[in-house]
Nanobody, 124 residues
Framework: QVQLVESGGGLVQAGDSLRLSCAAS????????MGWFRQAPGKEREFVAA????????YYADSVKGRATISRDNAKNTVYLQMNSLKPEDTAVYYC?????????????????WGQGTPVTVSS
């Protein structure tokens, strides 16, 4: 199975940008479709973005569309989430997840492996 470790979170100000990374180990990342999710305090975890195994297709939640870019470097076994124009409502713990299925998925149930998360706090 694959192990996932997120990094890149922190405290930023509204309007700033941040790039989150998700490093995989144990198995080649190219075997998996990948997704980013987030969980704000007191709320359920929600979908942010997804990318196919090759990186050819991506999918975004409406809340981040135009501000987020998901990408991957299979040679480095790493997936990224670039977030621009951050808002206080983007404050959450961000998780990456790997799916053994082919395609793009916004449902958490489609993902088999999860990282521990990296916190992002956006101050106003």
């Amino acid at each position: 199975q694959v192990q996932l470790v997120e990094s890149g979170g922190g405290l930023v100000q509204a309007g700033d940008s941040l790039r989150l990374s998700c490093a995989a180990s144990g198995r080649a990342l190219s075997r998996y479709a990948m997704g980013w999710f987030r969980q704000a305090p007191g709320k359920e975890r929600e979908f942010v973005a997804a990318i196919t195994w090759s990186g050819a297709a991506t999918y975004y939640a409406d809340s981040v569309k135009g501000r987020a870019t998901i990408s991957r470097d299979n040679a480095k076994n790493t997936v990224y989430l670039q977030m621009n124009s951050l808002k206080p409502e983007d404050t959450a713990v961000y998780y990456c997840a790997a799916s053994e299925l082919i395609g793009l998925y916004s449902s958490q149930a489609m993902y088999n492996y999860w990282g521990q998360g990296t916190p992002v706090t956006v101050s106003s």
